[in-house]
């Protein structure tokens, strides 16, 4: 595994690997100590969009371990294939650091950076996908019920790029996912057919949320206007009615159904006030999660040892 680009160009075998690493590194630092495996090493953050939960945890994670993070904004530069070729860029930034982190809109931009670096990089959300998310989410459903072979998630609203990181991981680690979106917001065929065809009947593409979150152990959702589609946010809003996230939807779920939410959440459009606080709800331990995911994804991209 040299990149971590999408969930689905990655092992079962790896993933699990990763989980594991996680959970192992996740108890180690909670109790204090510590693993200096890339001390001296350093990654490049390169952020085209917005973040919290992402740029923290990366720079915290790279600190737990020993190394350092340089932030880059692409104004700074320049902009991304702008000043420069991506291909000079890829190879510029492989001369000075360990890792390469990137946040974009256009996927191809992450896939471009990967084929000329000489070193890892990994995909921090694209308008295609999200795997770093992806796979917290999924370190949080096995902390949460102790295993996540046969769970079922229910993910409320737009099939974007958080939901269809979230299929492949399914379809990589034995769990069922259906997406109940709005008509003009499925997630795309060609993805649900690869995520069925790694594992087959792991995606089911519905318009009933009521109806899918009945048998699901976790209901998820996220923003109706992702980073990127600001201008048809009246649209979008219109659009998605009746698929909030609130209180009469939780309760035609089974009583051990947990909520779960990428964050940031607009509450009062995709989820209630009321649901990110109850009792059913682990969004906190999720975000907490991209720390202890990335940390061990960043060991076991950049460390030799
Ligand atoms: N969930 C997530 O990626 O959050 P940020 O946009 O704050 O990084
Ligand atoms: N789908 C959202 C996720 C934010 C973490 C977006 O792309 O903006």
New binding site residues.
Partial sequence: MKHFLSINSCSSQELLELLELSIDLKKLYKSNKRVLCLAGKSLAMIFEK??????MSFQVAMTNLGGASVYVKPEDVGGIGKREPLKDMARILSGYVDGIMVRTFAHETATGLAEYASVPVINA?TDWS?PC?AMADIMTAKEHFGKIEGLKFAFIGDGNNVARSLAFGCAKLGMRIEIASPAGYELDKGSIERANAIKPGTVVQSSDPIQAVKDADLIYTDTWVSMGQEEEKAKRINDFQGFQVNMDMLKAAASHVRVMH???AYRGYEITDEVCECENSIIFLEAEN?LHFQRALLKKLMSSN
């Fill in positions: 917005p973040s919290l939960r992402t740029r959300l999200h998310q990428c964050l940031p991209r």
